[in-house]
């Protein structure tokens, strides 16, 4: 299938995994990194009072399309927001209705939202033949989840870092958590996975088989150099599409594979856009030089400001969106008229100190651009 989808012009991506390989179960054929990049995508969709929250319970991932597609608020689960492709519902039932990943055990449900804590959390466990893999949700469609992001600029770990270790931690103590253990997510959950498994003692370290991050941002210089990430380095496995941004924020190790993408600019963090063939993804040599020279202007930029100055310009950025009223960016672009005029207004009342640092640290922005362009570092259009 892979290469006739090369012919044509068009490439292959999970849905003609799942088409391709769907009928050969875990068992006969081991888990890869396209099944792990598939139970992160599934992550992302609404199990609430399907899928047990504790990890004691349990029920197939057949089962759990039955009752997600038979909910009486299907439409609402559905809809999946702004950056999430509605295409993961499509996902969830081609994998529910294939001998691969139907009898798949799905456990520990917990979706959390808090906007006092600002953190926007979840991660469920996938089951199969003795392996589990624990899944960390990335990012969704609400302004909360976006804002968690940004704090990662300045704090040493955000909410749902914590809740991460904790919940991992968790479900090491389960009597059945024996066998290969794997951990990963997708955006923000490629992170969590990460930073979770760092905060493991010694003994349930040892019991990690692999981290998978795909295209999640990354750490601070300090946080990835320490001793307590140093150890992490051979388990984690990362994959960036090749014109990446989200995975470019922060730091990472040095050790990554390039996913060749269809998607435009930002569409290639959808996992719908990665190419597979076979049992693999479609590799790239580099990343692309737009992703370089965004990774080199961020990054530099952000090193140059104190932490108490990005804190700021953080909150002052998303006080300003906070003055729409909207909760989510798909209500934020459903708004977009009324919203724009709502931040316009909220952006002049900011008082005149944060306003002038807003402006400062956007302009430092700018020149640390252009001065990777003017190095040779940048583009001929950005």
């Not at 608020?73 to 990943?101: C, H, Q, T, Y």
């Not at 210089?221 to 995975?247: A, Q």
Request: net charge negative; aromatic share 12%; charged share 25%.
């Amino acid at each position: 299938m892979a290469d006739l989808g090369k012919i044509m012009g068009k490439i292959d991506t999970i849905l003609d995994y799942i088409a391709w390989r769907g009928d050969i179960p875990l068992l006969t054929d081991g888990f890869n990194d396209v099944d792990a990049l598939i139970f992160t995508q599934l992550s992302y969709l609404d199990f609430g009072g399907i899928v047990p929250a504790d990890f004691s319970g349990k029920i197939t991932l057949a089962d759990a399309w039955k009752k997600f597609s038979s909910a009486r608020d299907f439409s609402e689960r559905k809809n999946v927001g702004l950056v999430i492709n509605p295409l993961s519902v499509d996902l969830l039932e081609a994998a529910a209705k294939s001998a691969r990943f139907s009898d798949v055990d799905l456990s520990g449900f917990v979706d959390k939202f808090d906007g006092g804590a600002e953190e926007q959390f979840c991660a469920l466990v996938f089951s199969f033949d003795e392996r589990h893999f624990v899944a960390f949700r990335g990012t969704d469609d609400t302004i909360v989840g976006w804002k968690e992001d940004f704090n990662l600029a300045f704090k040493d770990k955000v909410a749902a870092q914590v809740d991460a270790a904790g919940y991992l931690s968790s479900f090491l103590d389960e009597e059945r958590a024996h066998g290969e253990i794997f951990v990963g997510g997708h955006s923000k959950g490629g992170n969590l996975a990460i930073f979770s498994v760092s905060e493991l003692s010694a003994e349930k370290f040892s019991r990690i088989k692999r981290i998978y991050n795909f295209d999640g941002p990354g750490f601070s210089k300090e946080k990835i150099s320490s001793s307590g990430f140093e150890k992490l380095r051979p388990l984690v496995k990362s994959f960036f599409p090749h014109l990446s941004i989200v995975g470019q924020l922060f730091e990472h190790f040095d050790e990554f594979n390039v996913v060749e993408s269809s998607g435009q600019f930002l569409m290639q963090h959808d996992p719908f856009t990665w190419a597979v063939r076979g049992p693999s993804f479609v590799f790239k040599e580099s990343l692309d030089e737009k992703s370089e020279y965004f990774s080199r202007t961020f990054n530099g930029w952000l090193e140059k400001i104190q932490d108490g100055k990005r804190e700021q310009f953080v909150d002052a950025v998303f006080s300003v969106i906070g003055a729409t009223k909207n909760g989510s960016l798909s209500a934020l672009h459903a708004d977009s008229l009324r919203s724009s005029a709502a931040m316009l207004v909220a952006f002049k009342a900011l008082d005149d100190d944060t306003r002038k640092a807003v402006a400062q640290i956007a302009g430092e922005f700018i020149k640390e651009a252009g001065k990777n362009l003017s190095q040779g570092k940048g583009l001929k259009s950005v």
